[in-house]
């Protein structure tokens, strides 16, 4: 398959442009974006893929599957590094920080 310069390719029909992407894609090329032509591999750096649907590893988080602990924990982290930012010393674990 002969790939397109940026130029024909954004006249192409959307059809034509996925055929592109996926060819593209399995081969290891660099593939346009939509916008602005350039490619999404930069500097031999290939596109990361997500590890997979975030349910898969529950047993790995920190606070567990439930969503409110997620809530408090994430604030626990801005918290935090805000402290951090302003150069404050800060010591509270996130049981300290539920506690309070």
Known sequence: M???TFEEYKVLPKEQRKEIRKYQELN???VYSSKEGIPSIRAGVPNLKARGP???YPHRWV???DRLTHIKYR???KHRAQAF???EEYELTFTDWQKI
């Open 54 to 56: 975030r349910g898969e």
């Open 2 to 4: 002969n790939i397109p």
């Open 75 to 77: 604030a626990f982290h």
């Open 85 to 87: 930012f302003r150069g």
């Open 28 to 30: 290891g090329l660099p």
């Open 63 to 65: 606070v567990g599957p």
